[in-house]
């Protein structure tokens, strides 16, 4: 019976893990989100999700330790102590940062230190506790992946060669999340643990659906970046494409291959697009 512990679940690539996942009822399937009774309802109005009993839901906001104590805690008693994956999906793309270049946001300080404390808290430190509460559970588990939904957008030698501007802030946050990946692998490879960043491609999640005629430009622009950058690129895909790519990338990762550690694309590459 595997099991996986994904957060941000409520919505977007999170929901579409839960899914995924519980289609085999051999799977145990646990989402934190931050509404518990609103993702319930949703689930019942859910067609395909209604009538699995092997998805569990957890209230957590990942920023409040003690809900993430309690969240570990629920956990154990479902699975009875082990756990196989963590999928620490849980993120924001912030809109302060989508457009702009960095040095245009310095006429607003205040919201630069707000934004960034903001996808600190989000990016790093929640996943550090998470990473830290769970670890005695995956420990006691069979397939013992740590998986992080990362971000292109954090690859530095992309960002210099195509001039990527947007998402300073929130790509910042992704890159130092991507390091605590780095940490934590280099402490439990002896365990058999793999920890893994995974970007899961440019997806269709509605982020930039109240954006202004100018803000819509400057996403043309990025994405014909995108088209140089990779040929294959044709837009966004969909949750559905993105997260059964991420599974297969999960599924065949592993530290025997070099894994451990590592920052892939959705293909298993270092192709981000
Ligand atoms: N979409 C893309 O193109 C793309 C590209 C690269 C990476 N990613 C990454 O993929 C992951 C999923 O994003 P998405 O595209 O599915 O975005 P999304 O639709 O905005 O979903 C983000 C989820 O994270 C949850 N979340 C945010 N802050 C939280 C907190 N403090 N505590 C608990 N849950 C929290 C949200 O909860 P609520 O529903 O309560 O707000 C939401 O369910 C993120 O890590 C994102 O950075 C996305």
New binding site residues.
Partial sequence: MPSYFI??????????FIRQYSSDPNNTVIG????KAA?IKKISEDAELKSRSNIHILE?????YDALKNAAAETATITGGSLDYII??????TMFDAYDPIGALGDRPDEITKTLRLLF???VI?NVHLFNLLMPLILHGKAKKVI??????ADPVFTAEFDITPGSL?AST?AAANMIVAKYSAQYKKDGVLFLAV?????????YKDATPEQIANVGGLVTKFKEYSTRFSG?IT?EE?VSAVRSVIANASIEKGNAGDFLSHFGTKTWL
Avoid at 60 to 64: G, K, Q, S, V, W
Avoid at 199 to 207: A, L, Y
């Fill in positions: 957060t941000g679940a409520a919505r977007g690539i999170g929901y579409e934190t989100v931050r509404d993702t957590a906001d990942i920023t409040n620490a999906n849980a993120g924001i793309v808290e989000t990016h929640a992080l939904i990362s971000s292109g957008f929130y992704k970007c899961p491609g440019m997806v269709e999640v509605g982020h966004p949750p993105s």
